[in-house]
C-alpha cells in the first residue's frame, strides 16, 4: 500500500533538499529538482522500512499545507511542494503484542 505525504523542497544556489514533515527524520539533497525527488523517494521507503523493522510507530500523513513565513525573513528561497506516494510496509507486531501471544 502507498500513502501520500506533503514533501517539501527548497531550492538553494547549488543544490535542492526535500523533507516532509509527517516523516521527520527523513532528508534527501540533490542538485536538481528531479534527483532530490528520486532520492527523497528511496529515502522514505528506506525510513518507513526501518521504522517497521524497529516495529517504531509508522507515520500517518497528516499534514496538508506549511508555513514558509518563518523560513523566508530576509531571503528570497524558492520552494516546491508535491505530494509523493511512499509505500507504507507492512506493520510488524509489536513487542507488547508480542509478551500478550
Known amino acids: 500500500m502507498k500513502k501520500e505525504f506533503l514533501v517539501v ?18 532528508f534527501a539533497v ?4 528531479e534527483e532530490t525527488r528520486r532520492r527523497y523517494l528511496k529515502a522514505a521507503e528506506a525510513h518507513l522500512k526501518w521504522l517497521a523493522a524497529d516495529r ?4 500517518t500523513p497528516v499534514t496538508t ?17 508535491e505530494w509523493l ?3 507504507i510496509p507492512q506493520r510488524l507486531p509489536t513487542r507488547k503484542t508480542m509478551r500478550a501471544a
Open 65 to 81: 499545507g506549511f508555513d514558509f513565513a518563518p523560513r523566508t525573513r530576509g531571503k528570497k528561497p524558492r520552494y516546491y511542494v
Open 56 to 59: 517504531d510507530p509508522i507515520p
Open 85 to 87: 506516494p511512499a509505500p
Open 30 to 33: 540533490g542538485s536538481t529538482l
Open 9 to 26: 523542497f527548497e531550492a538553494g544556489k547549488t543544490s535542492v533538499g526535500a523533507s516532509a514533515p509527517d516523516i521527520p527524520g527523513c
